[in-house]
């Protein structure tokens, strides 16, 4: 219990825009993906499939299929007519898998201001966009023309809230302010690795003993002379508790 960001996130009270720090493994993907009026967009299309994958598990019991995930998962653009690129109806799902490029499109539309397509835009407006990976917005120059989009989405209000998560950001990383900066931790008891040495050869002992990371290290020797001797060769580089 409380082990996941499902977990926890209905206790996050989020503004407008705002930077979610997870650690990995807390289910940031899983999680967001799996909620009703999200978009999860990931800045690379096999990020996507597999967060995919996972909203379509659904051994909890949750309905939660996702029948695509293309680039133009969240918002389509259908013609009557391939050969006239002008007219077009436009289909906007407010659940969607997809790219960080998928927001380009959705920018374009909006700064077209075509009536025609006002109401679907407008399901945006009941949507949180979740941007995975953020860290790639100061990481990933190559991405600047979306990353300035991504800005100019914020700046235009087209979703209802945006949230950025990240598991190595802090909110100095960004240019921009948030509203909000929520820490999710996933508290996990210390790991502690004992190596045990059986080894009868000297040198083969002391070379496993300083090049070994375990917290504790057994070297099973029933002869307190060979012990001395390693002792020897590790040159007090580590401390040997000798039993008797």
């Keep these: 219990e409380y082990q996941y960001l499902g977990d926890v996130i209905d206790q996050c009270q989020f503004g407008y825009v705002n930077l979610l720090i997870a650690d990995c493994g807390v289910g ?15 800045p690379l299309r096999i990020i996507v499939q597999q967060n995919a994958n996972s909203a379509n598990a659904s051994s909890d019991g949750t309905e939660v299929h996702v029948e695509e995930v293309e680039e133009n998962v969240g918002v389509k653009r259908v013609y009557a007519n391939k050969k006239n690129k002008d007219v077009y109806t436009l289909e906007i ?3 969607a898998l997809c790219t960080w490029n998928q927001l380009q499109t959705v920018y374009e539309e909006f700064t077209k201001q075509n009536t025609a397509h006002t109401k679907e835009l407008d399901k ?33 209000k087209i979703f209802q809230r945006v949230i950025f998560m990240s598991g190595t950001s802090s909110a100095e990383d960004y240019h921009i302010t ?67």
């Design 28 to 42: 940031k993907n899983y999680s967001t993906s799996r909620l009703p009026n999200s978009w999860v967009v990931s």
């Design 124 to 156: 945006l407006k009941n949507v949180t966009l979740y941007v995975d990976e953020s860290h790639g917005m100061y990481m990933d120059v190559y991405k600047q023309d979306i990353i300035n989009v991504l800005y100019d989405i914020i700046d235009a």
């Design 93 to 95: 799902k407010e659940r």
């Design 178 to 244: 948030f509203d909000k900066v929520i820490r999710v931790r996933k508290e996990s008891a210390p790991k502690i690795t004992t190596k045990v040495v059986t080894n009868d050869v000297y040198s083969q002992v002391a070379y496993s003993v300083m090049n070994s990371d375990a917290d504790g290290i057994v070297v099973l020797w029933n002869n307190k002379s060979q012990i001395d001797k390693l002792n020897v060769l590790i040159n007090g580089e580590k401390n040997l508790l000798t039993v008797t």
